[in-house]
């Protein structure tokens, strides 16, 4: 009798376990988007809108390179004193991360700050952080259509001569192989977390 109650509970368990799962995929497929640990997916990607810019390589950068494979991209300037320094140094430990396993993972740096930031210097800065680093900048109409189709807003803010600076929004923005808005990541920014979202997807 005993054995027969202890399996009635089990049986029970299980297929509240069941419910649950289907639950939770009924929901995601609703929603279309994904479950992430450290950031938040958009229910239906947004694609970018196509822009022209310039790389550290003084190569053309433009939406079509964006296809092909997932990519984390950071808007800031080379001047930035915390901020970026310290986002793209994480970017670049879970670039490594991940290449180290074959998960190919594009890490960009937008600069909205052309007026400094020439490839010679993107060139420099980039290079602190890793050879995979890939930083763009280019007409202010460029980088304006660019940030404005992933949802990321920047104001200068005036200083004497070239002492000025850039307030600007500090999201790690995540664009899927299809070069669409797919979600974003927002400090405080755990690199563990990230990684485990990233290989999910």
């Not at 003084?58 to 310290?86: K, Q, V």
């Not at 740096?109 to 930031?117: A, H, I, M, T």
Request: a negative charge.
């Amino acid at each position: 009798m005993r054995q027969a109650v202890l399996i009635a509970v089990a049986i029970a368990v299980l297929l509240l376990l069941a419910a649950a799962g289907l639950l939770r995929l009924a929901s995601d497929t609703e929603s279309g988007a994904p479950t992430l640990t450290a950031g938040t997916a958009l229910a239906e990607p947004i694609p970018l809108a196509e822009f022209q810019l310039e790389d550290q390589a003084g190569h053309a950068f433009g939406r079509r390179d964006l296809e092909g494979e997932w990519s984390l991209l950071f808007a800031g300037f080379t001047h930035c004193p915390d901020a970026c320094p310290a986002t793209l140094a994480l970017l670049a430990r879970l670039q490594a991360r991940l290449h180290a396993d074959g998960h190919p993972l594009r890490v960009v740096f937008l600069s909205v700050d052309p007026e400094r930031d020439t490839p010679e210097q993107l060139a420099r800065y980039a290079g602190y952080f890793g050879e995979r680093i890939l930083a763009a900048t280019g007409e202010r109409n460029e980088i304006d259509a660019l940030a404005k189709s992933l949802g990321l807003a920047y104001v200068r803010v005036p200083g004497s001569g070239e002492h000025y600076s850039y307030d600007h929004s500090t999201a790690v923005v995540l664009i899927d192989p299809a070069a669409r808005l797919a979600g974003y990541f927002r400090p405080p920014l755990d690199l563990d977390a990230i990684e485990q979202d990233l290989r999910r997807l």
